[in-house]
């Protein structure tokens, strides 16, 4: 008789018994019936919450996964391995909080939590098939206890499984397209959607992508993508590894992973011998026992099962002892997993040449190296059954069915550890063995029938355009006659910051004069003596003017206004003499010898009566053209907004943003004067009553003053910089504005000329293509401007997309990390940074992030490991003495706190 069927009449029996009982009787065991504990309720409520998350998740991940291109299917395969374990292992976790059936509290919870599998109204049918194998085991544990509560439960859990099974033949009746191929009773009540109406509303909760991203994938453009000929030498079978592609035709080789399992391995091994076909068994290490301290073997249970598939004609092969990701451990790690695993095939029997299966098929050539030279032999598959995703048994045996007719020969991929596979498996050799096929074995070393280079280093976006720069930087909040600035001089400090650190500006060719320096004497000797030097302004350079300040206007008699900037000794009454005309600039620009000349001036005046400026793109006999161009930050009758955010005027800390690189409209790398101004003026317009004007000088022909937007070699850390919340929404709001502009395909702004006339600004937005190695780095430069300003979303999007035009940026994943750590999801982030350290191990940041993120997620012994690395790679970090004491001793006391 078998277990089932002694449980459900021992139920009987019991029920029976019950029923013969007076009502009387019952009502006083009712109203004694021990509480539910709530901290142990809480508890197994979290661990059915995660469980059902990763079966969801699973089930929208692999929806469909059969039309997906090769690189996307690869990549939804692997990721729904790794979320198949967390949800074996989640159950594991439910089913230990769950085993205690002696403690009448614990009885009472689980109770509860039937419930709650039973009629939860926002679940729907087919999310209660993630408690199929949790359900069997209340029942096959509980039937044996001792308490009437418990073997109630145990009934429970007998007539849930009996809805289940109704619920999976209702599927298999409509589903035989799922996964892209193929009454009333007392606890489940069914509502009977559709699969397709069921994955629908899971698609509202979670998107493929997502998960993907979660699990630190990215699925490459196209382009990035390895060529067909590459990716069609990794998939053809390489003499080192055995995939199934070099079978006779007909032929299968049926491989079991993960086991031992106490009860679904027996099963298999029945039916394997009533096929009479062979199979191979990569077994864990974990699940046939361990070794001690000194390293002698130590049996387990699992250990009998693994001697029986043995007996049964069966191989035994390795599949390491955790089931980990192998391709991100040290190459001691890998022995080890490699080694202990052996030690304990040996101790259960198995003999001949070893095989080898990475889990997740996850391996890099210093793993596939390590365990070579353990005399193992590397085995994978061409055939996945997907049985660990696909609940449905029916569906996983015809994707089996459906991939062997196309292939004509292969190694499939089962796991002995579900029930599902069990059922499944029959359905796969009744049809096998009709169409004639062979069952292939692992004997005598064979299979008997009846880096990739480092990637080059990421360039700068453009050459160099200029042969040097030369600056005058002019701030003055100081006055003795005129009202005094609150920010001017910050600006100009932060101009300066910028042109040397962000555009390459070398310091000695920079000259800035603050508050008492900058008077009328000192400003023209710097713009005529220095910036009006030919002998060291050459031809081929770029001279940059910026002045924060005061500007006035004075109107002459005849009607038309002079602009002036105002020096710091300069009186209110006496601009002639004291004040610099706007004219003189304009011989100081029309002098230069300088290629380009851009004069940013960042004060209020109109009238300078100069030539309007056009609407110049960017081209390459740009540096055949001398560009004379200025900006000023608004019109006489406007007064300079002096309370922009970090302490700058509005103006300066807009044309800051723009630097950063947001006034690239064209995504070339480059910024013109012309993208500039049609950046700032709009932008600024929009936060401050003050119009900024924009036009060519006189001697101009045409030419741009260019900047070249420079490589951005920043990994996000606890120790980046953000702005503070109002500057980051002042950013956005600017970006609102740009956003129309920089979507269409030319920017067409209306903005007021030198001369203080409306004028129309044109300048291209089509998108150049620059290659995927500077677009990716553009990219991400773009998320860390982004990050700075608070706007997760956008920043975690911009990331992506570097890693999606190239898939190996270390840089990018460290960033991408950061974001989720920011967000407070500690795990999805240690995936990236671990990530980022498999691409370039020598990013002292990313070992600092990572071991910030293990000690975030309570992994302690994980972030001692990163951080021993971390300091050694980086002794002299501001952190490092912090992390030397959690390293010497690991305790409470010494834990670090990372910054957040």
């Keep these: 008789m078998s277990l089932s069927l002694r449980t459900a009449l021992l139920c009987a029996g019991l029920l029976a018994l019950a029923a013969c009982q007076p009502k009387s009787a019952e009502a006083p065991a009712a109203a004694s019936a ?6 142990q309720l809480a508890e197994l409520q979290q661990g059915v919450d995660q469980v059902l998350a990763r079966y969801r998740q699973m089930i929208v991940l692999m929806d469909g996964e059969a039309a997906l291109p090769p690189a996307e299917r690869r990549a939804v395969t692997g990721v729904g391995q790794l979320i198949f374990h967390e949800m074996r292992e989640a159950t594991e976790k439910l089913w230990r909080l769950s085993a205690a059936h002696q403690d009448p509290a614990l009885v009472a919870a689980l109770a509860q939590v039937l419930d709650r599998i039973e009629s939860e109204p926002s679940w729907f049918d087919a999310d209660r098939l993630a408690f199929k194998d949790y359900l069997g085991r209340i029942a096959e544990q509980y039937s044996g206890a001792q308490s009437l509560a418990a073997l109630k439960l145990a009934k429970r859990a007998n007539e849930d499984l009996a809805v289940l099974a109704e619920v999976e033949q209702a599927y298999e009746r409509e ?8 009454g009333n009773k007392r606890g489940i009540e069914l509502k009977r959607e559709k699969w397709s109406d069921y994955v629908a509303k899971l698609r509202s909760l979670y998107s493929r992508e997502q998960i993907l991203r979660d699990y630190a994938t990215i699925v490459p453009y196209a382009s990035a993508a390895p060529s067909a000929a590459k990716q069609a030498a990794t998939s053809s079978t390489p003499p080192r590894e055995l995939f199934g592609e070099d079978l006779p035709p007909k032929t299968v080789l049926l491989t079991f992973d993960d086991g031992p399992h106490g009860r679904y391995t027996d099963e298999i091994l029945e039916i394997l011998k009533r096929y009479q076909a062979s199979a191979v068994f990569f077994q864990l290490g974990q699940n046939l026992g361990k070794l001690d301290a000194k390293g002698q073997v ?8 693994a001697q029986r598939v043995l007996a049964a004609g069966h191989q035994l092969a390795n599949h390491s002892f955790t089931h980990g990701l192998m391709s991100k451990f040290e190459q001691t790690k890998v022995r080890e997993e490699a080694a202990n695993t052996e030690a304990l095939l040996d101790k259960a029997g198995r003999q001949g040449q070893a095989l080898f299966r990475f889990p997740y098929g996850a391996r890099n050539e210093a793993a596939l190296a390590t365990v070579e030279a353990l005399k193992l032999r590397s085995m994978m598959w061409n ?32 796991h002995d550890i579900h029930a599902r596979t069990v059922q499944a498996l029959p359905l796969v050799l009744d049809q096998l063995s009709a169409e004639g096929y062979r069952f292939a074995s692992w004997k005598d070393g064979r299979i008997v029938t009846a880096d990739a280079a480092a990637p080059a280093p990421m360039p700068t976006a453009g050459t160099s355009l200029y042969r040097d720069s030369h600056a005058l930087i002019v701030g003055i909040d100081q006055y003795a006659k005129w009202p005094r600035l609150a920010h001017a001089a910050r600006d100009a400090r932060a101009m300066r910051e910028t042109l040397e650190a962000r555009f390459g500006f070398r310091p000695e060719n920079i000259t800035m004069l603050l508050d008492g320096e900058a008077t009328r004497a000192n400003i ?41 900037v105002i020096p710091v000794d300069a009186s209110q009454d006496d601009l002639q003499t004291d004040a610099i005309a706007m004219p003189q600039l304009q011989e100081v620009a029309e002098s230069l010898s300088a290629k380009h000349a851009l004069f940013v001036i960042d004060a209020c005046y109109s009238g300078l009566g100069l030539t309007r400026g056009g609407a110049a793109n960017f081209a390459r006999d740009n540096s055949r053209r001398i560009g004379r161009q200025m900006m000023t930050a608004g019109g006489a009758d406007q007064q300079v907004a002096d309370d922009g955010p970090g302490g700058h005027s509005v103006f300066t800390w807009t044309l800051l943003q723009a630097l950063s690189g947001k006034a690239d409209l064209n995504g070339d790398g480059l910024i013109t004067g012309t993208e500039l101004a049609a950046y700032v003026a709009p932008a600024v317009s929009a936060i401050a009553h003050q119009t900024p004007a924009f036009g060519s000088l006189p001697g101009s022909e045409g030419g741009e003053f260019v900047f070249e937007l420079p490589v951005v070699e920043q990994a996000l850390s606890g120790e980046s910089g953000q702005l503070d919340a109002a500057a980051s929404r002042l950013a956005k709001r600017i970006d609102d504005v740009a956003a129309p502009q920089a979507a269409a395909s030319a920017v067409k702004v209306t903005i007021t000329g030198l001369d203080g006339r409306e004028q129309s600004l044109s300048t291209s937005t089509a998108k150049v293509d620059p290659g995927s190695r500077v677009a990716a780095q553009r990219a991400n430069d773009r998320g860390l401007q982004l990050y700075k300003e608070r706007r997760y979303d956008e920043a975690e999007a911009a990331f992506v997309e570097a890693l999606k035009l190239q898939p190996a940026f270390a840089l990018a994943a460290n960033n991408l990390g950061f974001i989720y750590y920011k967000r407070g999801k500690p795990a999805e982030a240690a995936r990236w940074y671990e990530k980022a350290i498999a691409m370039d191990g020598s990013r002292a940041l990313a070992w600092l992030n990572l071991g910030d993120a293990r000690l975030q997620a309570g992994d302690d012994a994980k972030a001692l490991e990163a951080y021993k690395t971390f300091v050694g790679l980086s002794p002299k970090h501001g952190r490092a003495a912090e992390l030397q004491a959690f390293i010497a001793e690991p305790d409470a006391a010494h834990r670090p706190k990372p910054p957040l």
């Design 298 to 305: 130590q049996p387990g249970p699992g250990s009998q099962v």
């Design 383 to 414: 055939v996945d059954s997907l049985d660990w995703s696909d609940p449905i048994p029916k569906s996983i045996a015809a994707r089996v069915l459906g991939e062997l007719d196309k292939r004509q020969r292969g190694i499939v991929l089962f």
């Design 34 to 39: 021990p509480a539910a504990n709530a901290a």
């Design 175 to 182: 589903l035989k397209d799922a996964f892209g191929r193929f």
């Design 524 to 564: 023209l000797r710097a713009l005529n003596d220095k910036l009006g030097d030919a002998s060291k302004v050459k031809r081929d350079d770029r001279v940059l003017v910026f002045f924060a300040g005061h500007g006035s206007t004075r109107r002459l008699p005849s009607g038309r206004e002079i602009g002036y």
